[in-house]
């Protein structure tokens, strides 16, 4: 009798833990979705008007394939989503629609290497009304898969590059859990990780997104990506460095700041005292570091005006979070959620709350966090320097960085910091495009024609960028009142789904 009834409270205590771990994961999956933007409402693309193709876009000035200058008074055919035509014609059928672009510019669709969708699928339609036609999606999983085909069969989207989530080396089971709710996904021998680069590969991911790494998993990974010719992307953390780097295979560094820190660590703790013996440090071998990844033809994503704006997000965010578009942002991603945080003032995730009413905590916080942002300024005049090829990235749905508008911002930085407006263009068209190995990021016979047609030439003035007419996606025309439109809905369906506002934050 006894043991029946110690076996039945065994029974019952299993089942009572197992009942409340199932909720507590669901509820955890809840806060995750509702951070992440899926619960968001979605706006209904049909609504929107595109007129497609055949296009002919007559009497306007084409930014040359090299981005260097404008070819003026050309007519450009588009066909079934492609470019056909390029030259002086002034006579066409009665095929094409006709679109006058005159006193007017024409530019690749600009790419952004380096954003995040999480599940805010309504951002989409942010990128295609700031003229961004092909996203790089940094954590991708099969969702992003699922959104990368509906765009290739014609859905409203920009194009997308999926990269795998991150893949790391933490030994535990906690990491494991940890990676049940979206954190990277851990290897701790070569074969595992080996086969999970093939399993990626037949998924159909366009690359595989690395994070911080032993160097044993780290070379496993790398060599089997190159052996299933899938590119190796990412971070870089200590273990590895930038020694490892330079011979190990892997074809692109997800931000600048990823040379950044590990010359920090080679440097050791930045004290706020030790700021000038540390930049000094680093003037010393920027120059070496940008020539050895020049020699290995590593492309470095920038991500730049994230990390100036990290002073701001650290000390001022009460003033700094009203120069953003905020209203457009997810606001699952900006509320946060019980697990997580957002972006707004006492619950932003690089706020310093500590420094607030501490003069001389700030003062050290300041120091450091503005040095950071001259070591960024640092390295990336000297991969410009060195012709490295930097692509424009903005880690786009991180704290403060709004879909679409953040690329823009970025383009603004790689231009104060040293690019020429040329070198600006090439960045987020013709290089970005290459190393993506897609068919875009040119004006050229037979690629696919993603445009943006601008009302001023973006070589006189790199914010000239954001004039934008009319934005072409396979070929189909959305003109201003479309863009318009769109940036509307997205911001109705966005206060339909707020649970706090944001009026204090708005000018």
């Known amino acids: 009798m006894k043991k029946t009834l110690i076996k039945k409270w065994v029974l019952g205590t299993v089942l009572a833990i197992l009942v409340i771990s199932i909720g507590s994961c669901i509820r955890i999956n809840s806060k995750i979705n509702q951070h992440q933007g899926a619960k968001t409402e979605l706006v209904n693309t049909s609504i929107f008007n595109s007129i497609n193709s055949p296009l002919a876009i007559t009497n306007i000035s084409v930014l040359s394939k090299d981005c260097t200058k404008m070819l003026d008074s050309l007519t450009v055919l588009i066909k079934e989503g492609k470019i056909v035509s390029i030259d002086k014609r002034t006579n066409v059928t009665n095929e094409y629609t006709n679109i006058d672009g005159t006193g007017q510019y024409l530019i690749p669709g600009l790419i952004d290497t380096h954003v995040h969708l999480k599940k805010s699928k309504n951002d989409l339609l942010l990128f295609l009304a700031n003229g961004v036609t092909t996203v790089g999606e940094m954590f991708g999983d099969k969702s992003h898969l699922e959104w990368r085909e509906e765009a290739k069969s014609g859905t409203l989207s920009p194009n997308l590059y999926v990269a795998t989530r991150k893949l790391g080396s933490e030994k535990g089971m906690i990491s494991k859990?940890?990676?049940?709710?979206?954190?990277?996904?851990?290897?701790?021998?070569?074969?595992?990780?080996?086969?999970?680069?093939r399993k990626f590969k037949e998924q159909g991911y366009d690359a595989i997104k690395l994070t911080?790494?032993?160097?044993?998993i780290y070379e496993a990974i790398v060599d089997e990506a190159v052996k299933q010719n899938i590119p190796a992307i990412g971070h870089l953390g200590p273990e590895v460095g930038l020694d490892g780097l330079y011979n190990s295979g892997q074809s692109q560094l997800a931000h600048v700041e990823e040379i950044v820190k590990?010359?920090?660590?080679?440097?050791?703790?930045?004290?706020?005292?030790?700021?000038?013996?540390?930049?000094?440090?680093?003037?010393?071998?920027?120059?070496?570091?940008?020539?050895?990844?020049?020699?290995?033809?590593?492309?470095?994503?920038?991500?730049?005006?994230?990390?100036?704006?990290?002073?701001?997000?650290?000390?001022?965010?009460?003033?700094?979070?009203?120069?953003i578009p905020l209203e457009y942002a997810n606001p699952g991603i900006v509320e946060g959620s019980s697990i997580t945080r957002g972006w707004t003032p006492g619950n932003n995730y690089y706020e310093n709350l500590n420094a607030k009413n501490d003069p001389e905590l700030q003062k050290r916080v300041k120091g450091y966090w503005e040095t950071y942002v001259k070591a960024h300024h640092i390295m990336t005049k000297a991969l410009i320097k060195h012709n490295v090829i930097v692509v424009a990235g903005t880690d786009a749905n991180v704290a403060c960085a709004t879909p679409g508008f953040s690329l823009h911002q970025e383009l603004h930085s790689l231009n104060k910091v040293g690019l020429t407006n040329s070198r600006v263009l090439q960045s987020t068209t013709v290089h970005a495009g290459e190393w993506m190995q897609y068919n875009i990021g040119k004006i050229e016979v037979g690629?696919?024609?993603?445009?943006?047609?601008?009302?001023?030439?973006?070589?006189?003035?790199?914010?000239?960028?954001?004039?934008?007419?009319?934005?072409?996606?396979?070929g189909k025309l959305l003109n201003r009142t479309t863009l318009d439109n769109m940036l509307e809905s997205v911001k109705e369906a966005n206060n339909r789904s707020r649970k706090m506002s944001i009026n204090q934050y708005i000018n």
Do not use: C, H
């Open 177 to 197: 859990i940890k990676s049940w709710f979206g954190a990277p996904k851990s290897y701790t021998s070569q074969r595992k990780a080996r086969k999970a680069v």
């Open 212 to 216: 911080n790494l032993n160097p044993e």
């Open 262 to 323: 590990n010359t920090m660590n080679e440097f050791g703790v930045v004290y706020y005292n030790k700021t000038e013996e540390y930049l000094q440090f680093l003037k010393e071998r920027a120059d070496t570091i940008a020539i050895k990844i020049k020699e290995k033809n590593i492309v470095v994503s920038s991500t730049i005006w994230l990390v100036e704006s990290f002073p701001k997000q650290k000390l001022e965010l009460d003033s700094f979070i009203k120069t």
């Open 447 to 474: 690629y696919n024609a993603d445009l943006v047609i601008l009302k001023k030439n973006p070589l006189d003035d790199i914010t000239n960028t954001k004039t934008i007419r009319s934005v072409i996606i396979n």
